[in-house]
């Protein structure tokens, strides 16, 4: 390079041609625009600041204002202005306040979104104050978030591309992997492979753009919302429980004599739901969960029932058998039965209690129409104020049919005990859907009840009776009706007996067909004869707790209410805050890599002169000012088409550092 070339001294005032471009044909040459001198005259340019020349003047003369049009140079072209900064101050936009204001923009949204999460966590959605709802405001919040929080790294990335190739000399393709980077993720995956830690600086800020692919699929995430059930103020469930008993289908006159009956047309519906009951279709308990609840609960409960002890007693059993009439004839009558009471002594008929079966050998009959009794049951009287027991003797199988067998053989004998009892009830409510009417009983115990002398209840009337518990807790009344009519009407109604019929030598098991109701033929067949007597057992506690009119039905005219709650199914906000860990991480590194990059652009100096970094971010225009020293004309001349992709490629051998020259420009210098 020429001696002239480089010299700093102010070209001529008056150009003999255009201004020099910032490259001349010798690169390396320090040539920059010629600057023309402000004429002098009425006309000339002066700085902003520059003050009046008119302090001179004498009175009464014209005072000429400096004019603010620059005067063309000899090309027709005007000079750049110089800059009008006082000195030690600068303009208020060229330094962090952008970034700053985004940082604080940033934070903003993200508090806001925590303090909604806060606000919404575990509560339902209704309580929502606001028109729109929590997912949108925290999806714009995200938005407007994340768009800041980019703002922040794109800016940090633009002004590290400087310092990248100032502290270093490095491909001048660096420059464009920079400046990709702040433009979009795919810029910034870029970076991570090309540049990987040659900036950690960098390469944390384009992991951060990377990353924030997934800012607003992790945001929306955060909130869920779930079906719960929430309690219903304006609503009460009920349930109906008896406290005391007075039948419907064997009424009392409240002030007449207990064995005055009286007649009602609610006996043929007491009738027909206990047989229902014996065929399974037992009657629910009568409550109102109202709409709009989906569920109701009670709390614990007790009320008046009946239960049932069911045993199988064949053990100990004897039996006498006699042949009336030949041997294919037997009648066996049973003794011994446990918890059977004979009556031997107490009737004039010593065997009329004894329960007597009636068989026929069906495996040789000699042809002739006969029958073998399969089962046999009635319900006694020795048992509580119910009677009972109920007795049973059932043969499974078929009867008598081995013809070289002498005797029928031996059937199993069951017998179920009724009483009085206090019901027990914890933890009942609704099965969802409500609308089927069906219940969860949770858990139900039973205590037998005991007769409490002289009870005379105003409501029931004179001939009422009374039962406790163990412990005297409590008092359930019934009228005598209540309780004599519900012990003859299952002493008759449970009284039954089936046989096994032959027709010419063929067998079967039937029942009268003329017979208005075949409960026998069901005691007969059942699998479980202990479901049979539980069933009977719970419809007659559900007609004793239902009351008239009710849809399930019921027997008891004198019924209680307890109270329950209701529930609705309302939408409940359920904060993920695991989801919020990226979004909020995010923001706090972003927010941290500008603290270090404004640090470090501040505090850097060159090691000629210790002049700061420039803060040129994204400027365009610093290109075109500052050139590249070094290179002569023919060495960055790119044949062919102009492409970004075929100049990239050129800069990636070309190696410089950005810094100043001895002149005191800045400039690319080849290294």
Same mark, same amino acid.
């Given at each position: 390079?020429?001696?002239?070339?480089?010299?700093?001294?102010?070209?001529?005032?008056?150009?003999?041609?255009?201004?020099?471009?910032?490259?001349?044909?010798?690169?390396?040459?320090?040539?920059?625009?010629?600057?023309?001198?402000?004429?002098?005259?009425?006309?000339?340019?002066?700085?902003?600041?520059?003050?009046?020349?008119?302090?001179?003047?004498?009175?009464?003369?014209?005072?000429?204002?400096?004019?603010?049009?620059?005067?063309?140079?000899?090309?027709?072209?005007?000079?750049?202005?110089?800059?009008?900064?006082?000195?030690?101050?600068?303009?208020?936009?060229?330094?962090?306040?952008?970034?700053?204001?985004?940082?604080?923009?940033?934070?903003?949204?993200?508090?806001?979104?925590?303090?909604?999460?806060?606000?919404?966590?575990?509560?339902?959605?209704?309580?929502?104050?606001?028109?729109?709802?929590?997912?949108?405001?925290?999806?714009?919040?995200?938005?407007?978030?994340?768009?800041?929080?980019?703002?922040?790294?794109?800016?940090?990335?633009?002004?590290?591309?400087?310092?990248?190739?100032?502290?270093?000399?490095?491909?001048?393709?660096?420059?464009?992997?920079?400046?990709?980077?702040?433009?979009?993720?795919?810029?910034?995956?870029?970076?991570?492979?090309?540049?990987?830690?040659?900036?950690?600086?960098?390469?944390?800020?384009?992991?951060?753009?990377?990353?924030?692919?997934?800012?607003?699929?992790?945001?929306?995430?955060?909130?869920?919302?779930?079906?719960?059930?929430?309690?219903?103020?304006?609503?009460?469930?009920?349930?109906?429980?008896?406290?005391?008993?007075?039948?419907?289908?064997?009424?009392?006159?409240?002030?007449?004599?207990?064995?005055?009956?009286?007649?009602?047309?609610?006996?043929?519906?007491?009738?027909?739901?206990?047989?229902?009951?014996?065929?399974?279709?037992?009657?629910?308990?009568?409550?109102?969960?109202?709409?709009?609840?989906?569920?109701?609960?009670?709390?614990?409960?007790?009320?008046?029932?009946?239960?049932?002890?069911?045993?199988?007693?064949?053990?100990?059993?004897?039996?006498?058998?006699?042949?009336?009439?030949?041997?294919?004839?037997?009648?066996?009558?049973?003794?011994?039965?446990?918890?059977?009471?004979?009556?031997? %002594?107490? @009737? &004039?008929? #010593?065997?009329? /209690? *004894?329960?007597?079966? $009636?068989? +026929?050998? !069906? =495996?040789?009959?000699?042809?002739?129409?006969?029958?073998?009794?399969?089962?046999?049951?009635?319900?006694?009287?020795?048992?509580?104020?119910?009677?009972?027991?109920?007795?049973?003797?059932?043969?499974?199988?078929?009867?008598?049919?081995?013809?070289?067998?002498?005797?029928?053989?031996?059937?199993?004998?069951?017998?179920?005990?009724?009483?009085?009892?206090?019901?027990?009830?914890?933890?009942?409510?609704?099965?969802?859907?409500?609308?089927?009417?069906?219940?969860?009983?949770? %858990?139900? @115990? &039973?205590? #037998?009840?005991? /007769? *409490?002398?002289?009870? $005379?209840? +105003?409501? !029931? =009337?004179?001939?009422?009776?009374?039962?406790?518990?163990?412990?005297?807790?409590?008092?359930?009344?019934?009228?005598?009706?209540?309780?004599?009519?519900?012990?003859?009407?299952?002493?008759?109604?449970?009284?039954?007996?089936?046989?096994?019929?032959?027709?010419?030598?063929?067998?079967?098991?039937?029942?009268?067909?003329?017979?208005?109701?075949?409960?026998?033929?069901?005691?007969?067949?059942?699998?479980?004869?202990?479901?049979?007597?539980?069933?009977?057992?719970?419809?007659? %506690?559900?007609?004793?707790?239902?009351?008239?009119?009710?849809?399930?039905?019921?027997?008891?005219?004198?019924?209680?209410?307890?109270?329950?709650?209701?529930?609705?199914?309302?939408?409940?906000?359920?904060?993920?805050?695991?989801?919020?860990?990226?979004?909020?991480?995010?923001?706090?590194?972003?927010?941290?890599?500008?603290?270090?990059?404004?640090?470090?652009?501040?505090?850097?100096?060159?090691?000629?002169?210790?002049?700061?970094?420039?803060?040129?971010?994204?400027?365009?225009?610093?290109?075109?000012?500052?050139?590249?020293?070094?290179?002569?004309?023919?060495?960055?001349?790119?044949?062919?088409?102009?492409?970004?992709?075929?100049?990239?490629?050129?800069?990636?051998?070309?190696?410089?550092?950005?810094?100043?020259?001895?002149?005191?420009?800045?400039?690319?210098?080849?290294?």
């Amino acid at each position: 390079m020429s001696q002239q070339a480089t010299s700093a001294g102010p070209r001529p005032t008056t150009p003999t041609g255009p201004p020099l471009s910032p490259m001349s044909p010798v690169v390396g040459q320090n040539q920059f625009p010629v600057q023309t001198q402000p004429p002098q005259g009425p006309m000339a340019t002066y700085p902003s600041s520059q003050a009046s020349t008119a302090a001179n003047s004498t009175p009464g003369s014209i005072q000429q204002r400096p004019s603010t049009v620059s005067t063309p140079n000899q090309s027709g072209h005007h000079p750049p202005k110089a800059s009008t900064s006082a000195p030690g101050k600068e303009p208020l936009d060229w330094w962090w306040w952008w970034e700053l204001g985004a940082a604080v923009v940033s934070l903003t949204c993200v508090s806001l979104i925590v303090a909604i999460l806060v606000r919404v966590r575990d509560k339902p959605l209704s309580s929502w104050p606001l028109s729109i709802q929590p997912n949108s405001a925290i999806s714009i919040l995200t938005t407007l978030g994340k768009a800041a929080m980019m703002v922040i790294v794109a800016s940090c990335l633009d002004q590290l591309k400087w310092r990248h190739i100032q502290l270093k000399a490095r491909p001048l393709q660096h420059i464009q992997i920079f400046d990709d980077a702040s433009r979009g993720p795919w810029g910034s995956l870029v970076m991570l492979t090309r540049v990987k830690m040659g900036s950690v600086l960098g390469w944390a800020l384009a992991l951060i753009t990377v990353a924030a692919l997934a800012f607003e699929p992790s945001a929306q995430n955060i909130l869920d919302f779930q079906l719960q059930n929430v309690e219903l103020t304006n609503v009460t469930a009920e349930m109906s429980i008896a406290r005391q008993y007075f039948s419907k289908a064997f009424p009392q006159d409240p002030h007449g004599n207990y064995l005055d009956r009286m007649i009602t047309p609610d006996l043929p519906h007491f009738q027909g739901a206990m047989l229902n009951g014996l065929t399974g279709q037992v009657p629910r308990p009568n409550f109102d969960c109202p709409s709009p609840a989906v569920n109701c609960t009670w709390p614990t409960f007790k009320s008046l029932g009946i239960c049932v002890t069911f045993r199988n007693v064949t053990e100990g059993v004897t039996r006498n058998c006699t042949d009336p009439d030949n041997d294919f004839r037997q009648n066996c009558r049973y003794l011994n039965i446990s918890g059977w009471e004979e009556w031997d %002594t107490q @009737t &004039s008929d #010593p065997d009329e /209690y *004894r329960p007597t079966l $009636n068989y +026929t050998n !069906l =495996g040789d009959s000699s042809g002739f129409a006969t029958e073998s009794q399969t089962l046999w049951a009635d319900y006694g009287r020795s048992g509580g104020r119910l009677g009972g027991p109920w007795l049973i003797i059932r043969h499974s199988s078929s009867a008598w049919t081995d013809r070289w067998y002498p005797t029928p053989p031996w059937p199993e004998i069951f017998t179920a005990n009724y009483d009085w009892c206090e019901y027990t009830y914890t933890g009942v409510g609704t099965a969802e859907p409500v609308s089927r009417g069906r219940l969860t009983n949770g %858990t139900v @115990t &039973s205590e #037998p009840l005991f /007769y *409490r002398e002289g009870a $005379n209840d +105003t409501i !029931l =009337g004179d001939y009422a009776v009374g039962y406790k518990p163990a412990d005297n807790s409590s008092t359930y009344n019934l009228t005598l009706t209540s309780e004599m009519g519900l012990s003859e009407y299952l002493t008759s109604a449970l009284k039954m007996q089936a046989f096994d019929y032959q027709t010419s030598k063929s067998t079967s098991v039937g029942a009268p067909l003329d017979a208005a109701m075949n409960r026998d033929y069901l005691v007969k067949t059942a699998p479980d004869l202990e479901l049979i007597a539980n069933n009977l057992a719970n419809t007659l %506690t559900n007609l004793i707790r239902n009351s008239n009119g009710t849809e399930a039905g019921g027997d008891n005219a004198q019924t209680t209410t307890v109270r329950g709650t209701a529930f609705g199914r309302e939408q409940f906000v359920i904060v993920r805050w695991q989801w919020l860990i990226l979004p909020a991480l995010e923001t706090v590194l972003a927010l941290g890599l500008l603290v270090i990059s404004m640090i470090i652009t501040r505090t850097s100096a060159m090691a000629s002169g210790g002049m700061e970094q420039p803060l040129l971010k994204n400027s365009a225009v610093a290109y075109l000012l500052y050139p590249l020293s070094g290179w002569t004309e023919d060495e960055i001349k790119v044949g062919g088409r102009q492409t970004a992709s075929k100049l990239e490629d050129f800069a990636k051998g070309m190696t410089a550092q950005f810094g100043v020259d001895g002149d005191g420009k800045w400039r690319f210098r080849r290294a």
